[in-house]
């Protein structure tokens, strides 16, 4: 989804971010919503008609700013984990959306292939799409 996310914020000029998790998740946004955020901003920051300053009302309807980009925690029974990037242009929207299913399986399975890839590498690595090359994952 990064990989796809980064394409898009080439050609697309806003963009926000909405953060999927369960009632029970302490953590907001989450760690997936924050690097896709920071991954975003190494294309550029996103394009806000009105400035987050000059938004009336409460400002936290706006969702918090992480590295430019305006991140939005949904906490609620019955999800596991989503996160969805809606970009934006004049007349038109494109919403990219990874849903781990009913559990954080696919977490997990990313979580071992980065473990496994560590033999060999020196420094930090962020993105298992860059442990995983530029291929793209059957």
């Known amino acids: 989804m990064q990989q796809f996310a980064v394409m898009a914020a080439?050609?697309?000029p806003s963009w926000e971010i909405i953060d999927f998790a369960s009632d029970n998740k302490v953590d907001a946004p989450s760690g997936t919503a924050r690097e896709l955020a920071e991954r975003l901003d190494t294309v550029r920051r996103p394009v806000l008609d009105v400035a987050i300053d000059d938004v009336?009302?409460?400002r936290e309807a706006r969702g918090a700013t992480v590295a430019g980009t305006q991140v939005h925690s949904l906490r609620l029974p019955?999800?596991?984990?989503?996160?969805e990037v809606v970009?934006?242009?004049?007349g038109e929207r494109l919403t990219l959306r990874h849903d781990a299913g009913p559990t954080p399986g696919p977490y997990v399975a990313g979580t071992l292939l980065a473990i496994r890839a560590l033999a060999g590498?020196?420094?930090?690595?962020?993105?298992?799409d860059r442990i995983l090359g530029?291929?793209?994952?059957?």
Do not use: C, H, N
């Open 56 to 58: 009336l009302g409460a």
């Open 121 to 128: 590498r020196i420094g930090l690595t962020r993105g298992l």
């Open 78 to 83: 019955g999800f596991v984990v989503s996160t």
């Open 10 to 12: 080439q050609v697309m």
């Open 87 to 90: 970009f934006a242009s004049g």
């Open 134 to 138: 530029d291929e793209p994952v059957a």
